[in-house]
Each structure stands twice: as structure tokens, then as C-alpha cells.
Nanobody
Framework: QVQLVESGGGSVQAGGSLRLSCAAFGYTVSNYCVAWFRQAPGRERERIAYRNGYGNTDYADSVKGRFTISFDNAKNTLYLEMNSLKPEDTATYYC???????????????????WGQGTQVTVSS
């Protein structure tokens, strides 16, 4: 059974950086769609970055140019490098995997069957 374990959240001031990690156990996820979502209180869970099974990546407009998604095949681990953080980036961040398809990577969280436990990111002004 595949398990995703997240780490790296925390509290930073605006303009700071954090790196989130999502280690996959029990299954090699590099050939499938993996993504980062976030959910702020009172808001829907939104996909902010993904890497499809061919290694292509894309980002939500809200994070484009500031966040970078990457994958380490040797460690079977997904990363999210977050720079120039803003207070509006405050949320619980989740990694997720859709282990049925290389492509496409869907925006709807319902298409992702495997989730990390979530990690809190708090950005103060």
C-alpha cells in the first residue's frame, strides 16, 4: 500500500522560503501524476503545482515564478520549493498522487487517490 509522508512546513515571515518534502513508500510514483495542493481555512482545496508521468510541470498563476516542484527518483520523493512567500500562501499543504495515469494531471482533488497527511505553512506579514 502506497503511503505519502510530508515534512518541511513551518512559520516564516513574508519574503521567506520553505521547502516541503513528500516521500513515497510502497510504490514508485515517478511515472504518474503527482501534485501539491493547499487549503486555507474556509476555502476549497486547490492544486498549485503538478508533475505528470513524463516529468512535465505546471503551476497555478498564484504561485508561478515563486514555487518550484521537483522529484528525486532515487529517493522517490516529491519536493515543493517555495520562495518569496506571502501571507496569502498560508494554508495546509498536501501532496497527492494519481496512480492511474501519467497524463493528464487533473485539477480536481477527487481524481487523486493517495494523499499525504498535510503540513501547515504560516506566513506572517
Amino acid at each position: 500500500q502506497v503511503q505519502l509522508v510530508e515534512s518541511g512546513g513551518g512559520s516564516v515571515q513574508a519574503g521567506g522560503s520553505l521547502r516541503l518534502s513528500c516521500a513515497a513508500f510502497g510504490y514508485t510514483v515517478s511515472n504518474y501524476c503527482v501534485a501539491w495542493f493547499r487549503q486555507a481555512p474556509g476555502r476549497e482545496r486547490e492544486r498549485i503545482a503538478y508533475r505528470n508521468g513524463y516529468g512535465n510541470t505546471d503551476y497555478a498563476d498564484s504561485v508561478k515564478g515563486r514555487f518550484t516542484i521537483s522529484f528525486d527518483n532515487a529517493k522517490n520523493t516529491l519536493y515543493l520549493e517555495m520562495n518569496s512567500l506571502k501571507p496569502e500562501d498560508t494554508a495546509t499543504y498536501y501532496c497527492a498522487a494519481d496512480l492511474y495515469f501519467r497524463v493528464p494531471c487533473y485539477r480536481d482533488p477527487a481524481n487523486f487517490g493517495t494523499w499525504g497527511q498535510g503540513t501547515q505553512v504560516t506566513v506572517s506579514s
